[in-house]
């Protein structure tokens, strides 16, 4: 008797759809995941991934479609459901409890205990054995978790996972509050876990991503499957786009002016020390000039840019724009000075996100429209229409709620301030985390228009890709050190990452 | 689902025909009323309506009398302006725990021997301004330790709770003292077109308020830090010095509420507002200012001072239970934020539903 050549799904989704209202989430969902397997599922936002994962964990239940689990047909009828079957889920908002040890909450909601009474031990050296499953024995269990980095933190939430009879673990991308170092950590317990027969669902809109860790690849668009069980070897990155958008994506990242030789000097940053962070930091750039500063976790790219800005108060050294010396520690005398920041945290530092759009856009200039004091919240409204037309923002509507929009539309809320200002100089920090492909290509392009137009630009990216392909001088940094400045034509990601590699050995 | 879309489009002034956003028009209008800001001010004008009708059967004309009105607009006043103040501050994510101890104090000092000769030998306006520079100081003093001090609004404020009321007692050696300036109890005591000035006071105070918060610079700044504190300092917002500028504004209504209850009680004492802040912040809650900040109304604060003077005119006026009463007022405080967090997670359903496309 011959065995079959196929191994038996063990999960399978057939025509999935639901309705929210009169938004139709999902149209029609299939989807086939084989144990062992990373299944990438694809899609820009809004296309339903959200929806789909909610679908299979249980906390949506689907107007039609069937699932089956390991050939049985299912139902979810809840979370629990989901999770006694075998199936768990690691949200992108990581949901651990950073107040309770590793052990605390690995068990939380099934703690180990007789009448009420906790099992101290037994929970620490199951936790044990478990993070030693995921590479990381070192992790203390009884250590609080709210100590612990991003990257440790999606580990305990995995350990949990695993600590039922899980067979199926869905992660919503995961790499998203990940670092480059950190992602290469992921996909090796990611790795470790499809070799013990364990399935992974694993959702990114990261190209390179999935072509490292990924089996087989569903693409979603609109709430469709458009394609299901691609082989990721075989399967090239134009044709992903293409189904993930539905149109062609030629270049991603728009074509470099050279720099007129007579560009003044914009940005002077001089010996510039934040202590404990970076020391005797010093370039400049100039007007119409990309600069991306390139470097893993670690490296105080972010305190570079803040220091610069004022929001961390430098110990030592100058920084000047257009011969204006800065306070050192003050925002507000740098954006007086004319420079801008889009900081790292769109949600949590860049926007009010229960205001309406036109707000937002001239949050930096609402006293420049006002008369005395009162507000003309008429003159922004224009200056924020303006705005929107010209970075095509949508919805076209500068009323609607800062949280409603997606996070391609929202960085451009941030531009949109800072073009209402009228700023020299722009630091952005991660300006494409969290926005999907079609969208960045589109917020690369605005930013080389702005440089075009005289503006002298910083970008910082957790993607080295990104910086290289974006800016036109690059430094790399580690630990606070630069240790090189190149033209970023002269670099590649390899480049880079060797500088960092040496940098660190030395 | 269509019910959380006018919630999109509540905003969406004419000149916007956005197709997206504009989807969900026809229940628009209805939509805007049920579930809109203007739901929660029309929630506010219903309780206050049930109130009035209570108060109409229990106790008839007795109740609906001219005079009467005016008893429950008097005794809003004091309290009404001291919870403007606290509007603001809550507004901007902020707590103030002292005004009620400043009113007491302002009081004193108002009223010491030293001021009432000094206004005798001018005018009764040094009163006046003895008193409000008493309460911007309190105020400076906490917005310092607050926003310089890194110290937490609750802890700062509770602080001056405890020491303002300490302070007026050292201040008054626990004694009443009494108001002799009969310019200024005559004014403040007097009647103007038929209404107290009391009320005119509390009036003009929640007006200007209103003003304030939402035709200028100084309400934008304070939505937008309680909207999103680390947002706004990084837009270039002085967002320390307005922070401390808020509790001054505070420490202010509170002279003036120390004023207006000098001219009624026509004596300074360390007692006076004893417990106040309670009713302030409940007042502001229950209007529907959110006490995380980032969204806040004068006019949802009026209607909450309002809305807890006539529940006491009510019971006082059928003769019942002031404990009965204290138990009414706890219902009302956690029915209304009952409601405000229901609002809150509609809000976010609808944010999460509704994803956009790039």
Same mark, same amino acid.
């Given at each position: 008797?011959?065995?079959?050549?196929?191994?038996?799904?063990?999960?399978?989704?057939?025509?999935?759809?639901?309705?929210?209202?009169?938004?139709?989430?999902?149209?029609?969902?299939?989807?086939?995941?084989?144990?062992?397997?990373?299944?990438?599922?694809?899609?820009?936002?809004?296309?339903?991934?959200?929806?789909?994962?909610?679908?299979?964990?249980?906390?949506?239940?689907?107007?039609?479609?069937?699932?089956?689990?390991?050939?049985?047909?299912?139902?979810?009828?809840?979370?629990?459901?989901?999770?006694?079957?075998?199936?768990?889920?690691?949200?992108?908002?990581?949901?651990?409890?950073?107040?309770?040890?590793?052990?605390?909450?690995?068990?939380?909601?099934?703690?180990?205990?007789?009448?009420?009474?906790?099992?101290?031990?037994?929970?620490?050296?199951?936790?044990?054995?478990?993070?030693?499953?995921?590479?990381?024995?070192?992790?203390?269990?009884?250590?609080?978790?709210?100590?612990?980095?991003?990257?440790?933190?999606?580990?305990?939430?995995?350990?949990?996972?695993?600590?039922?009879?899980?067979?199926?673990?869905?992660?919503?991308?995961?790499?998203?509050?990940?670092?480059?170092?950190?992602?290469?950590?992921?996909?090796?317990?990611?790795?470790?876990?499809?070799?013990?027969?364990?399935?992974?669902?694993?959702?990114?809109?990261?190209?390179?991503?999935?072509?490292?860790?990924?089996?087989?690849?569903?693409?979603?668009?609109?709430?469709?499957?458009?394609?299901?069980?691609?082989?990721?070897?075989?399967?090239?990155?134009?044709?992903?786009?293409?189904?993930?958008?539905?149109?062609?994506?030629?270049?991603?990242?728009?074509?470099?002016?050279?720099?007129?030789?007579?560009?003044?000097?914009?940005?002077?940053?001089?010996?510039?020390?934040?202590?404990?962070?970076?020391?005797?930091?010093?370039?400049?750039?100039?007007?119409?000039?990309?600069?991306?500063?390139?470097?893993?976790?670690?490296?105080?790219?972010?305190?570079?840019?803040?220091?610069?800005?004022?929001?961390?108060?430098?110990?030592?050294?100058?920084?000047?724009?257009?011969?204006?010396?800065?306070?050192?520690?003050?925002?507000?005398?740098?954006?007086?000075?004319?420079?801008?920041?889009?900081?790292?945290?769109?949600?949590?530092?860049?926007?009010?996100?229960?205001?309406?759009?036109?707000?937002?856009?001239?949050?930096?200039?609402?006293?420049?429209?006002?008369?005395?004091?009162?507000?003309?919240?008429?003159?922004?409204?224009?200056?924020?229409?303006?705005?929107?037309?010209?970075?095509?923002?949508?919805?076209?509507?500068?009323?609607?709620?800062?949280?409603?929009?997606?996070?391609?539309?929202?960085?451009?809320?941030?531009?949109?301030?800072?073009?209402?200002?009228?700023?020299?100089?722009?630091?952005?920090?991660?300006?494409?985390?969290?926005?999907?492909?079609?969208?960045?290509?589109?917020?690369?392009?605005?930013?080389?228009?702005?440089?075009?137009?005289?503006?002298?630009?910083?970008?910082?990216?957790?993607?080295?890709?990104?910086?290289?392909?974006?800016?036109?001088?690059?430094?790399?940094?580690?630990?606070?050190?630069?240790?090189?400045?190149?033209?970023?034509?002269?670099?590649?990601?390899?480049?880079?990452?060797?500088?960092?590699?040496?940098?660190?050995?030395? | 689902?269509?019910?959380?879309?006018?919630?999109?489009?509540?905003?969406?002034?004419?000149?916007?025909?956005?197709?997206?956003?504009? *989807? $969900?028009?026809?229940?628009?209008?209805?939509? /805007?009323? =049920?579930?809109?800001?203007?739901?929660? !001010? @029309?929630?506010? +004008? #219903?309780?206050?309506?049930?109130?009035?009708?209570?108060?109409?059967?229990? *106790? $008839?004309?007795?109740?609906?009398?001219?005079? /009467?009105? =005016?008893?429950?607009?008097?005794?809003? !006043? @004091?309290?009404? +302006? #001291?919870?403007?103040?606290?509007?603001?501050?809550?507004?901007?994510?902020?707590?103030?725990?002292?005004?009620?101890?400043?009113?007491?104090?302002?009081?004193?000092?108002?009223?010491?021997?030293?001021?009432?000769?000094?206004?005798?030998?001018?005018?009764?306006?040094?009163?006046?301004?003895?008193?409000?520079?008493?309460?911007?100081?309190?105020?400076?003093?906490?917005?310092?330790?607050?926003?310089?001090?890194?110290?937490?609004?609750?802890?700062?404020?509770?602080?001056?709770?405890?020491?303002?009321?300490?302070?007026?007692?050292?201040?008054?050696?626990?004694?009443?003292?009494?108001?002799?300036?009969?310019?200024?109890?005559?004014?403040?005591?007097?009647?103007?077109?038929?209404?107290?000035?009391?009320?005119?006071?509390?009036?003009?105070?929640?007006?200007?308020?209103?003003?304030?918060?939402?035709?200028?610079?100084?309400?934008?700044?304070?939505?937008?830090?309680?909207?999103?504190?680390?947002?706004?300092?990084?837009?270039?917002?002085?967002?320390?010095?307005?922070?401390?500028?808020?509790?001054?504004?505070?420490?202010?209504?509170?002279?003036?509420?120390?004023?207006?209850?000098?001219?009624?009680?026509?004596?300074?004492?360390?007692?006076?507002?004893?417990?106040?802040?309670?009713?302030?912040?409940?007042?502001?809650?229950?209007?529907?200012?959110?006490?995380?900040?980032?969204?806040?109304?004068?006019?949802?604060?009026?209607?909450?001072?309002?809305?807890?003077?006539?529940?006491?005119?009510?019971?006082?006026?059928?003769?019942?239970?002031?404990?009965?009463?204290?138990?009414?007022?706890?219902?009302?405080?956690?029915?209304?934020?009952?409601?405000?967090?229901?609002?809150?997670?509609?809000?976010?359903?609808?944010?999460?539903?509704?994803?956009?496309?790039?």
């Amino acid at each position: 008797m011959l065995q079959d050549e196929k191994p038996r799904p063990l999960l399978e989704v057939h025509g999935l759809t639901k309705r929210f209202g009169a938004v139709q989430a999902l149209k029609g969902v299939d989807l086939s995941v084989l144990p062992g397997e990373v299944h990438c599922v694809m899609g820009q936002n809004g296309a339903g991934k959200s929806t789909l994962i909610k679908t299979l964990s249980g906390v949506h239940q689907p107007d039609e479609g069937k699932i089956f689990w390991e050939g049985q047909q299912v139902s979810l009828p809840g979370p629990t459901a989901a999770l006694d079957l075998g199936i768990a889920t690691m949200y992108q908002e990581l949901d651990v409890v950073d107040g309770l040890s590793i052990a605390e909450n690995i068990f939380l909601g099934h703690e180990h205990a007789t009448r009420g009474v906790l099992h101290v031990k037994r929970a620490h050296a199951t936790a044990r054995s478990l993070l030693q499953r995921l590479g990381h024995g070192n992790l203390s269990p009884a250590r609080e978790v709210g100590t612990l980095s991003t990257a440790n933190k999606q580990i305990v939430s995995m350990a949990r996972a695993l600590s039922r009879d899980t067979k199926l673990i869905i992660m919503d991308e995961p790499s998203a509050i990940l670092d480059a170092g950190e992602v290469a950590n992921l996909f090796r317990v990611v790795r470790e876990l499809t070799a013990q027969g364990i399935a992974v669902v694993y959702i990114s809109h990261r190209l390179e991503e999935i072509r490292e860790i990924g089996d087989r690849i569903s693409v979603i668009k609109d709430g469709q499957s458009t394609a299901n069980n691609l082989h990721v070897a075989q399967t090239p990155k134009a044709e992903l786009i293409r189904r993930m958008t539905g149109r062609d994506v030629a270049n991603v990242f728009p074509e470099r002016r050279p720099l007129p030789l007579d560009a003044p000097v914009v940005l002077d940053v001089a010996a510039l020390e934040l202590e404990g962070h970076f020391a005797k930091l010093s370039f400049t750039v100039r007007a119409g000039e990309i600069l991306g500063i390139a470097g893993l976790v670690g490296s105080q790219r972010s305190e570079i840019v803040e220091t610069i800005y004022g929001a961390r108060k430098a110990t030592a050294g100058q920084v000047t724009v257009n011969g204006k010396k800065l306070v050192p520690g003050s925002v507000s005398s740098a954006v007086e000075a004319g420079i801008g920041l889009s900081p790292e945290e769109r949600k949590s530092q860049g926007l009010i996100l229960d205001e309406p759009i036109y707000k937002n856009v001239t949050l930096s200039t609402f006293e420049r429209f006002a008369r005395t004091g009162l507000l003309d919240e008429n003159a922004e409204r224009r200056a924020a229409r303006e705005q929107i037309e010209a970075l095509e923002l949508r919805p076209a509507d500068p009323e609607r709620p800062a949280r409603t929009l997606s996070g391609g539309n929202q960085q451009k809320i941030l531009l949109a301030r800072w073009l209402v200002h009228g700023t020299k100089v722009l630091l952005l920090d991660e300006p494409t985390r969290g926005v999907d492909v079609g969208a960045r290509a589109e917020i690369y392009t605005l930013i080389r228009r702005l440089a075009d137009a005289g503006t002298a630009i910083i970008v910082i990216s957790s993607e080295i890709e990104e910086v290289l392909g974006l800016a036109d001088n690059v430094l790399v940094v580690d630990d606070g050190h630069v240790l090189a400045q190149r033209t970023a034509t002269d670099i590649d990601e390899h480049g880079v990452l060797d500088l960092v590699m040496k940098g660190s050995a030395a | 689902m269509s019910k959380q879309k006018t919630q999109v489009i509540e905003h969406s002034s004419a000149q916007t025909p956005d197709p997206g956003a504009a *989807s $969900g028009g026809a229940s628009g209008l209805l939509g /805007n009323l =049920l579930h809109g800001p203007a739901a929660r !001010s @029309i929630g506010l +004008v #219903l309780a206050l309506a049930v109130l009035v009708a209570i108060g109409l059967i229990t *106790s $008839g004309d007795r109740f609906m009398s001219s005079d /009467n009105m =005016l008893v429950i607009l008097r005794h809003a !006043s @004091i309290i009404g +302006v #001291l919870s403007i103040g606290v509007t603001f501050v809550i507004t901007a994510g902020g707590i103030d725990l002292s005004v009620g101890s400043v009113l007491g104090l302002t009081s004193v000092v108002g009223s010491l021997a030293v001021v009432q000769t000094a206004a005798a030998e001018s005018t009764w306006l040094v009163m006046v301004v003895v008193a409000l520079l008493v309460g911007a100081f309190a105020g400076l003093i906490n917005g310092v330790i607050i926003a310089y001090g890194n110290v937490v609004a609750f802890i700062a404020t509770l602080a001056m709770l405890v020491a303002a009321r300490g302070l007026a007692e050292i201040i008054s050696e626990r004694r009443t003292l009494l108001v002799t300036n009969t310019d200024f109890t005559g004014f403040m005591r007097a009647d103007f077109l038929g209404v107290p000035v009391l009320v005119w006071i509390f009036a003009l105070v929640s007006a200007a308020g209103w003003f304030l918060l939402n035709r200028t610079t100084f309400g934008r700044r304070t939505v937008a830090i309680g909207g999103n504190l680390e947002a706004s300092r990084l837009a270039g917002i002085k967002v320390k010095r307005h922070i401390v500028s808020l509790y001054v504004l505070a420490g202010i209504a509170a002279g003036i509420a120390g004023l207006m209850m000098m001219g009624r009680t026509t004596s300074g004492t360390s007692t006076h507002g004893y417990l106040y802040e309670l009713d302030a912040i409940a007042a502001v809650v229950v209007g529907g200012t959110l006490l995380a900040g980032g969204r806040g109304t004068v006019m949802g604060t009026v209607f909450g001072v309002l809305i807890f003077s006539t529940l006491t005119n009510v019971f006082t006026q059928n003769n019942m239970d002031t404990s009965v009463q204290a138990l009414a007022k706890g219902a009302i405080i956690v029915l209304a934020v009952l409601l405000q967090q229901r609002f809150a997670v509609r809000k976010e359903r609808k944010a999460k539903k509704q994803p956009l496309k790039a």
